[in-house]
């Protein structure tokens, strides 16, 4: 059983003596604000002091810890799912020095569009945008990518398009590079039925049904993707309130209806999109992760191996891992980010 899979409660233990240790002496420089704050009993901790920074299309909510002058890691989150996903990750990668950026991403927490009359766009190349909007808002040359599910994808466009941004990539299911035109393809029966949110998403009814109760849903997705983590209420329940951005809803279902070629996205993105068809490979130094007990549609690691041609490794951790790999096993997740750009 792979030891880095604890249950939460002693996850917390670890925060209580580790991660808000990281705000007094000795290692009172590591870790700058906004720092992990210490909740009541019974109640989860999170990151408290968050920044925001106008980048794109966005104002950008964002985390910050560790020294200013490290090398950066940007750790980025995916549906449904904030940045809490690396609450226990960020206290590791900042006592061994790194400056760490986790951001909201669009339709998340708070995070908004600077316009009113932005289009609530979720496609990739848009998400993708974003991110770099943000490396260069942020004075942020190169920096390392640790991501999972639409943050892995993100990565991966960064990694593929953008290598000389790229230090390193950590990406859980690998390679996630989308092509609305093939995905609009049937699946068999089996794979569209783990798809079913995406077929419910494509709906009026649908789309009303999330936006009726968007915290309900996620929290069966949450159980349908880890089907042996153990969270608690309150666990779920710091997230969930990043579901409550008023541009949620418009963005997760348009990602969805996008992916299957349902809906178009913004011409400006289209050069993006076309070089991302072609299914760029990615040459910056990766590794990619998985988790025995994955319950969401993801790759083989055979399948996308070959599309990493730089310095490469996959990481298979057992002990009931789900789709939130960060969350549930944030200490091999930390040393991914730590150990990519040594390979």
């Given at each position: 059983m792979d030891t880095t899979h604890t249950p939460f409660a002693r996850r917390r233990s670890f925060l209580g003596s580790t991660a808000l240790g990281l705000?007094?002496?000795?290692?009172?420089s590591l870790l700058s604000a906004p720092s992990l704050a210490a909740a009541g009993s019974g109640e989860a901790t999170r990151f408290d002091g968050l920044k925001t920074v106008d980048a794109g299309d966005l104002r950008v909510e964002y985390a910050e810890a560790g020294p200013a002058n490290g090398p950066v890691a940007l750790l980025l989150h995916g549906w449904p799912y904030d940045i809490h996903a690396f609450v226990d990750v960020a206290p590791r990668l900042a006592a061994a020095g790194y400056r760490v950026i986790v951001p909201y991403l669009r339709g998340y927490g708070g995070t908004r569009f600077l316009s009113a009359d932005a289009v609530r766009n979720g496609q990739q190349g848009a998400v993708a945008q974003d991110i770099i909007a943000l490396m260069d808002a942020l004075g942020i040359r190169q920096a390392v990518l640790g991501a999972f599910d639409w943050g892995a994808r993100t990565a991966c466009i960064l990694a593929a398009i953008w290598p000389e941004r790229v230090a390193g990539l950590v990406s859980v299911s690998g390679y996630l590079i989308g092509n609305p035109k093939a995905n609009a393809k049937p699946l068999p029966p089996a794979a569209e039925?783990?798809?079913?949110?995406?077929?419910?998403?494509?709906?009026?009814?649908?789309?009303?049904?999330?936006?009726?109760?968007?915290?309900?849903?996620?929290?069966?997705?949450?159980?349908?993707?880890?089907?042996?983590?153990?969270?608690?209420?309150?666990?779920?329940?710091?997230?969930?309130?990043?579901?409550?951005?008023?541009d949620h809803v418009a963005i997760v279902v348009h990602n969805y209806r996008w992916r299957i070629g349902l809906v178009g996205?913004?011409?400006r993105f289209d050069a993006l999109e076309d070089k991302l068809v072609a299914a760029p490979s990615i040459g910056v130094p990766s590794i990619t992760m998985e988790g025995d007990a994955n319950g969401a549609p993801h790759p083989a690691p055979a399948a996308y191996a070959k599309k990493f041609t730089g310095r490469y490794q996959h990481r298979h951790l057992s002990g009931g891992i789900g789709h939130n790999l960060p969350q549930e096993a944030p200490a091999a997740f930390a040393q991914a980010v730590i150990d990519v750009t040594r390979l």
């Open positions: 705000a007094i002496a000795p290692l009172g039925f783990a798809w079913w949110y995406q077929s419910y998403f494509a709906t009026d009814r649908g789309r009303d049904g999330y936006a009726a109760n968007p915290a309900a849903f996620n929290r069966f997705i949450w159980q349908q993707a880890s089907p042996q983590w153990q969270f608690d209420e309150a666990t779920y329940q710091r997230s969930a309130q990043s579901f409550e951005n008023p996205g913004e011409s």
